[in-house]
């Protein structure tokens, strides 16, 4: 790979708390390590381009989701191809539940999904603000911020992690992982949050695992630093 390619789906819609950090986040990543990186923004009637490497979408309120949700059913089979190809996805919060199955919005409308995810979100009357810790299945933590509504079903998928304290699915689990593909309700931005998942990403898209360099154990103590304070609050351990 002589370029690695991001595509940032709707950013002009989608990115309501900060999620663009994590696109800033894998490329700079990625460019402190010598790589150079290509950051292609998909917009509403745009042609999506003939690869990708990494394929991130972020967060909105259903307005939001509504203005795009034509052109995510336009594009939904290419993006399942480079899903089956090994092309690793984030999805953030509202971008997730556009590229899961369905939507059902808080008047009972079902809105079809790209199904990228197999999973079902429901938009309820509650919103679930605040922060979150989650344990993932090899034991480490993560921690963000939730800002949903959502009732999350993963239908056969395995969660991202379990619920330390906060809400998440709705049921002690958070997000989804679906082969290198990742849907999840943190932001903070969660990848600058939590730089071990931007390196698990790019490590797919570079089919190695990248080495750490200063500029990365820089920033990844402010980002240890960041999830104890979370976890403090919270009053849990990482």
């Given at each position: 790979?002589?370029?690695?390619?991001?595509?940032?789906?709707?950013?002009?819609?989608?990115?309501?708390?900060?999620?663009?950090?994590?696109?800033?986040?894998l490329?700079?990543?990625?460019?402190?390590?010598g790589?150079?990186?290509?950051?292609?923004?998909?917009?509403?009637?745009?042609?999506?381009?003939?690869?990708?490497?990494?394929?991130?979408?972020?967060?909105?309120?259903?307005?939001?989701?509504?203005?795009?949700?034509?052109?995510?059913?336009?594009?939904?089979?290419?993006?399942?191809?480079?899903?089956?190809?090994?092309?690793?996805?984030?999805a953030?919060?509202?971008?997730?539940?556009?590229?899961?199955?369905?939507?059902?919005?808080?008047?009972?409308?079902?809105?079809?999904?790209?199904?990228?995810?197999?999973?079902?979100?429901?938009?309820?009357?509650?919103?679930h603000?605040?922060?979150?810790?989650?344990?993932?299945?090899?034991?480490?933590?993560?921690?963000?911020?939730?800002?949903?509504?959502?009732?999350?079903?993963?239908?056969?998928?395995?969660?991202?992690?379990?619920?330390?304290?906060?809400?998440?699915?709705?049921?002690?689990?958070?997000?989804?992982?679906?082969?290198?593909?990742?849907?999840?309700?943190?932001?903070?931005?969660?990848?600058?949050?939590?730089?071990a998942?931007?390196?698990?990403?790019?490590?797919?898209?570079?089919?190695?695992?990248?080495?750490?360099?200063?500029?990365?154990?820089?920033?990844?103590?402010?980002?240890?630093?960041?999830?104890?304070?979370?976890?403090?609050?919270?009053?849990?351990?990482?």
């Amino acid at each position: 790979m002589t370029v690695l390619r991001i595509l940032h789906l709707y950013p002009a819609e989608l990115g309501i708390n900060g999620d663009a950090g994590n696109v800033l986040a894998l490329a700079e990543r990625a460019r402190w390590r010598g790589i150079d990186v290509d950051v292609v923004a998909h917009a509403v009637g745009d042609d999506l381009p003939a690869s990708a490497d990494i394929v991130h979408i972020g967060s909105g309120p259903l307005s939001a989701q509504r203005a795009v949700h034509d052109d995510v059913l336009r594009i939904a089979s290419r993006l399942r191809d480079w899903r089956d190809a090994g092309v690793p996805f984030l999805a953030i919060a509202g971008g997730w539940q556009l590229l899961g199955a369905e939507l059902e919005t808080p008047e009972g409308e079902v809105l079809a999904g790209a199904a990228v995810f197999p999973t079902r979100a429901a938009l309820g009357s509650a919103r679930h603000v605040g922060e979150i810790v989650v344990r993932l299945a090899d034991g480490s933590t993560i921690a963000g911020f939730e800002n949903h509504s959502a009732r999350t079903v993963l239908d056969g998928a395995e969660p991202l992690g379990r619920v330390v304290s906060g809400i998440g699915n709705g049921d002690q689990t958070e997000g989804v992982v679906v082969g290198s593909s990742i849907g999840t309700h943190l932001h903070g931005p969660i990848l600058p949050m939590n730089p071990a998942l931007a390196d698990r990403l790019l490590g797919t898209a570079l089919r190695g695992e990248p080495a750490p360099v200063p500029q990365t154990e820089r920033v990844d103590r402010y980002a240890t630093n960041a999830r104890r304070a979370i976890a403090d609050r919270l009053n849990v351990s990482l």
